[in-house]
Every structure is written in C-alpha cells, then in structure tokens.
C-alpha cells in the first residue's frame, strides 16, 4: 500500500500521524485486546472461590497466562485470523487460539472449558473497544496537552505583542499576540478535558445481559458484584443494565 493507493488519508497522507495509534486501533488491536479480556475473565474465574472447578491458578500459571497478553505478537494475530478463515467467527476464533496456547500446560487442561465462560460474544467485543478507546485516549490526550503547553509558551513570550484584532469583519481594540494564543490554549484545554473524563461503559452480562447462563451455573456467586469488580479491574465503568448489546 502506498499513499496515493490508501483508501483514506489515516493510511495515506496521514500515516506518519496516525502511526502511534496503530497497536491500539487496527484490527490488530483489536484482536489483542479480545484475548486480553478472554484471559483475564479467565483469571479472575479462577479467583472465585465458590466456582469449584476451576482451581485457583499459582503464580507460574498466571505468569504464563500473563505473557499470552504481554508478548502477543502480529503472528499471534495472523494465527487467529487463519483460524477465523475457518470458524468464519471472530471471537470463537480467539477462544480456539487461546485453547491451542493451554495445550501441555498441566495446569491449564481442567480449565479449558472455562474459557468464554458464560460470555457471549458481545461481552468480549464491548470490553475489547472500551481497551482500544481507554489505550488510544491516554495517547490522544497526552498529545493534546503537549500541543496545549507549547501554546502556553506563546502566549507568555508574545504577551505584550500588539496585534490588530477584529469584530464583525472590521477593525477593532487592539489586544495582544500572547491573549489570542491564550483563547485558543483555553479552547483546546477544555476539549481535552472534555476527551479524558468521557466515561467508558462495559458489561459481561450474557447474551441477555441477566447473567442466566452464570446463575445457571453457579447460583451462589453475587454475579452483578463479579461484573462489577471484573470490568473496574480493565479500567472500565460497568454498565448493569444492558441487553445483549452494551
């Protein structure tokens, strides 16, 4: 692909922008961030007590579901895609991958069934895009308040720069270099802010969202505080009141 043959300019003329978003925001990105909520609703299973059979996972074990996240790689992503080819589904195909990951791992094989546990794909996709938008945003933001701080500096070294300045198209009071970099410093400061207290929702509620299959299962677990404390963990809201659909 080259610029002129993109079929937008995030992947054209803006490529060298956009790249520090790429890990976050490309299929890629996505496909990690569905193996990361997979492997850690998985983990925080193996938490609970009251789900009997899955044992709690040592520390070994957790190192190695730990580095299935840290180390996952473009070959990683390139493997689930070949089995998506033929699942013909995105989210079985992650469970698949992860499942092929646990084979000879002693300690994983009595909980192979516990992944997607309960999960429909929804809960997986709704969390992996609340991950992409928390990761890119932190990004995103940081990049806006180095742009913010650089008109900072304008407006203090331009402060008793006098500048024509206009209402309704014509000529008007004077003001300064330093106080028109100061509206927009202002402007862009509050657009930031705006951007990073946007608050991001998830659930893992079922295909539903009434937590029928867990409470099948497991009738005695508090499922809405397990939600609760499960999505918070991610570094996203829960929302708990939801259909299928967040």
Sequence with gaps: MTPLTALSPIDGRYASKA??????????????????????WLQSLADNSAIGELAAFDDQTNAFLNAIVDDFSEA??????????????????????????????????????????????????????????????????????????????????HADQPMLSRT???????????KEMANVMYRLQRQRDQIANVTLLGKVNGAVGNYNAHISAYPNVDWANFADEFVSSLGVTLNPFTTQIE
């Design 19 to 40: 790249d520090s978003l790429r890990p976050y925001l490309s299929e890629f990105g996505l496909i990690k961030a569905r193996v990361t909520v997979e492997i850690r």
């Design 76 to 157: 990683d992503a390139q493997a689930i895609k070949d089995i998506e080819a033929t699942t013909n589904h995105d989210v079985k195909a992650v469970e698949y991958f992860i499942k092929d990951k646990f084979r000879g791992q002693d300690a994983l094989i009595d909980s192979l069934e516990f992944i997607h546990f309960a999960c429909t794909s929804e809960d997986i996709n709704n969390l992996s895009y609340a991950l992409m938008l928390k990761d890119s945003r932190e990004l995103v933001v940081a990049k806006m308040q180095q742009v913010t701080d650089s008109i900072v500096d304008l407006s203090i070294a």
């Design 168 to 178: 309704h198209g014509q000529t008007a009071s004077p003001t300064t270099l330093g």
